[in-house]
């Protein structure tokens, strides 16, 4: 009974590919977030949906593409796959916008 | 630019000891203070803090939030191994969705 589960856990890709991370919570919540932690543990915010609208879209690269086909559900896009896009995504939700947020077990990315 | 400063970055202590973590915010229009317990996967939440001087309590974890001097401590008396974990420390902003991270402390526990 997951409450926020992201699909894969590990994506391991060479440089240039395409690729997608999938996020469902079952919590009911209306906000959902994608964070990037790097290798030195720094989460940082990347988007922020709330009811299927985007809320926050920091300086994030715009090869990365968020989607979100309903509130339970968003999903991550990443074009043109550089090195340094490898890191561990995040997804998380919360009730509301001032709620702790409850994250997912992350996709660790590897890009070769 | 809103900024989250934690020390020390990491910290290595005996079991049975007691530590006290440390974090600072520069945020604009603050709103909120958040710690999290990350191990191996996802960040689980701790305490969420929003007024000055009141402490927030769970067994041996304790926090407060003094908004005078823009910082909180997170407290955790008679360690056990399995409080080895990153903690990381969060501040939100009024109107605004984001959470500011720090950088973490990487708390060790040895037996």
């Known amino acids: 009974d997951t409450a926020v589960s992201q699909t894969p856990k590990y994506l391991v890709t060479q440089m240039g590919n395409d690729k997608s991370i999938k996020c469902e919570q079952n919590l009911g919540h209306d906000t959902m977030y994608w964070y990037k932690q790097d290798s030195k543990k720094f989460l940082k915010i990347m988007f922020s949906y709330n009811n299927k609208e985007l809320i926050i879209n920091e300086t994030v690269p715009n090869r990365f593409s968020p989607k979100s086909p309903d509130k339970a559900h968003l999903n991550l896009h990443i074009n043109s796959l550089e090195l340094g896009d490898s890191a561990v995504y995040f997804c998380?939700?919360?009730?509301?916008?001032?709620?702790?947020?409850?994250f997912g077990n992350g996709t660790r990315l590897t890009v070769t | 630019e809103d900024k989250v400063v934690q020390s020390p970055l990491s910290l290595v202590v005996h079991e049975g000891d007691t530590v006290t973590l440390n974090c600072s915010y520069e945020v604009t229009n603050f709103r909120s203070l958040l710690w999290y317990k990350q191990e191996k996967k996802a960040p689980t939440f701790l305490f969420m803090l929003?007024?000055?001087?009141i402490e927030k309590k769970s067994g041996r974890l304790s926090s407060i939030l003094d908004k005078k001097e823009l910082f909180s401590i997170l407290n955790i008396t008679a360690t056990q191994t399995g409080d080895s974990a990153v903690y990381l420390c969060a501040a939100t902003s009024l109107g605004n969705e984001k959470l500011t991270f720090g950088t973490g402390t990487r708390l060790t526990i040895i037996p």
């Open positions: 929003t007024s000055s001087g």
């Open positions: 998380a939700s919360s009730q509301f916008s001032n709620s702790p947020l409850h």
